[in-house]
């Protein structure tokens, strides 16, 4: 039985990337969550205009890997302190966010996100939202697995 978590980190590529990388991960996949557009592309979205986020599906083996482990990954592979960017990428589809589809990953999500501010491993502020899950629309196929195509490890 799988499970599936939705974290949008930035450029969904790096994150596609490193999510595919973990033991218990079937697969990750590239698209899109949070707008008001239904089934934008990523043209649309990178205009900024539908509210949109690049986020990264992962679908992944719970006995094999935890939810917890999972968001550990997250915030490891961005930094959440920068709001509505990453890095030279900037706008509310590259926020920093994780997406739960129930009460339960709401509340280890919340958790984790309390221990790294208590931890005081960022001088800023953790601007990371909560939010709840929505439709999830997949991005273009050149999309997928986008560092496996153009041979960036």
């Known amino acids: 039985m799988s499970e599936k978590a939705v974290f949008g980190a930035g450029c969904f590529w790096g994150v596609e990337h490193a999510f595919n990388q973990l033991d218990g991960v079937i697969e990750a996949v590239s698209g899109f969550m949070g707008g008001e557009v239904d089934n934008p592309s990523y043209r649309q979205v990178c205009t ?14 719970p006995v094999k890997l935890s939810y917890e482990d999972l968001l550990d990954t997250f ?7 920068q709001l509505n960017r990453q890095g030279p990428d900037i706008g509310e589809q590259y926020r920093s966010v994780i997406f739960v589809k129930d009460e339960e990953q709401r509340r280890m999500a919340e958790q984790s996100k309390q221990a790294l501010i208590d931890a005081g491993r960022y001088p800023r502020q953790v601007v990371t939202s909560v939010e709840d899950a929505g439709e ?6 050149y999309h997928q697995r986008y ?3 153009m041979g960036i490890h």
């Open 48 to 61: 900024g205009e539908t509210g949109h986020v690049e986020v990264v599906e992962v679908t992944y083996d």
């Open 75 to 81: 915030w490891k592979v961005h930094d959440p302190t």
């Open 136 to 141: 999830f629309y997949r991005a273009e196929d």
């Open 147 to 149: 560092y496996e195509k």
